[in-house]
Antibody
Framework: EVQLVESGGGLVQPGGSLRLSCAAS????????LSWVRQAPGKGLEWVSA????????YYADSVKGRFTISRDNSKNTVYLQMNSLRAEDTAVYYC????????????????WGQGTLVTVSS | QSVLTQPPSASGTPGQRVTISCSGS????????VCWYQQLPGAAPTLLIY???QRPSGVPDRFSGSKSGTSASLAISGLRSEDEADYYC????????????FGTGTKVTVL
């Protein structure tokens, strides 16, 4: 059974930093690309970032480019999202999501989601 | 920003058929696959339809997807109370440097 468990969320002041982690199990971790998707309170889904199976290719939404960094440790079956220079508009539940392929491209899709971790940016 | 437009709400009585539309453009739906996700209240999204019209194992055949031009649709036939949820379409957008996009979401209410 595929499981994705996010952690690291919490309350942070504007301008601060936070690192989210997502521990995966139930599949061969290094064989699949992963994504982070967020959902602001009462709002829709917003794609944030993605990383290929090897970690050699990374992708970011324009809204977080230059502030967020995605990485993965295939020896620990864990993907990370380092979030710097946080803003109030980054407040959201952040979901870790597995893609159906090693690559992140137009033919792939998210097939499993974690339960999410809440990030609140407020003074 | 959502570049895929969905109606904010849809409703039906048990047993009815409900259809949700997802309108995009040539850079997303017009040239790429569409997926649909279901988000039950208080839960994470789950995959409902992939590659326009394919159902993952375990998804009832009451759910079906289609695509035509720059629009896609999700149909729920034989509506049940447990189908009350938010539904999101999603596609790759060629104009956004490898960014995936989601629809604005549709709340389905079972009357």
């Amino acid at each position: 059974e595929v499981q994705l468990v996010e952690s690291g969320g919490g309350l942070v002041q504007p301008g601060g930093s936070l690192r989210l982690s997502c521990a995966a199990s139930g599949f061969t971790f290094g064989n699949y690309a992963l994504s982070w998707v967020r959902q602001a309170p009462g709002k829709g889904l917003e794609w944030v970032s993605a990383i290929s199976g090897s970690g050699g290719a990374t992708y970011y939404a324009d809204s977080v480019k230059g502030r967020f960094t995605i990485s993965r440790d295939n020896s620990k079956n864990t993907v990370y999202l380092q979030m710097n220079s946080l803003r109030a508009e980054d407040t959201a539940v952040y979901y870790c999501a597995k893609r159906d392929s090693y690559y992140y491209d137009s033919s792939t899709y998210i097939d499993y989601w974690g339960q999410g971790t809440l990030v609140t940016v407020s003074s | 920003q959502s570049v895929l437009t969905q109606p904010p709400s849809a409703s039906g009585t048990p047993g009815q058929r409900v259809t949700i539309s997802c309108s995009g453009s040539s850079s997303n739906i017009g040239s790429n696959y569409v997926c649909w996700y279901q988000q039950l209240p208080g839960a994470a999204p789950t995959l409902l339809i992939y590659r326009n019209n394919q159902r993952p194992s375990g998804v009832p055949d009451r759910f079906s997807g289609s695509k035509s031009g720059t629009s896609a649709s999700l149909a729920i036939s034989g509506l049940r109370s447990e189908d009350e949820a938010d539904y999101y379409c999603s596609a790759w957008d060629d104009s956004l440097s490898g960014q995936g996009v989601f629809g604005t979401g549709t709340k389905v209410t079972v009357l």
